[in-house]
């Protein structure tokens, strides 16, 4: 197991941007096939990114397609969220997860993967 430590959300208005970092501690994250979810309140947490171990194939759902970046800083062993043309239904908190074994797809769900980080909330005012 991973631990794992989200930062970077806030509060933004429709249309601006922000960028995520989920950072570990202990463990290589390269190691690690790596994804975003979020969970608005009252609703299932559901899948947004997901990134090779290789970096070499990213997945996004249809949602986030062409507004969100997932990428690997691995010099700084963190892998991050670019979100951008944000719009009010991507509030909620964000989850960076890692995937012990496997390669991560867009068919993954929360059960698929090992470690979570704690959240961090992301607030878009319309």
């Known amino acids: 197991q991973v631990q794992l430590a989200e930062s970077g959300g806030g509060l933004v208005q429709a249309g601006g941007s922000l960028r995520l970092s989920c950072a570990a501690s202990?463990?290589?994250?390269?190691?690690?096939?790596m994804a975003w979810f979020r969970q608005a309140p009252g609703k299932e947490r559901e899948f947004v990114a997901a990134?090779?171990?290789?970096?070499?194939?990213?997945y996004y759902s249809d949602s986030v397609k062409g507004r969100f970046t997932i990428s690997r800083a691995n010099a700084k062993n963190t892998v991050d969220l670019q979100m951008n043309s944000l719009k009010p239904e991507d509030t909620a908190v964000y989850y960076c997860?890692?995937?012990?074994?496997?390669?991560?797809?867009?068919?993954?769900?929360?059960?698929?993967?090992?470690?979570w980080g704690q959240g961090t909330q992301v607030t878009v005012s319309s």
């Open positions: 202990g463990r290589t994250l390269s190691s690690y096939g």
């Open positions: 990134i090779r171990r290789s970096a070499d194939y990213t």
């Open positions: 997860a890692a995937k012990m074994y496997g390669l991560p797809t867009i068919k993954d769900s929360v059960d698929n993967y090992d470690s």
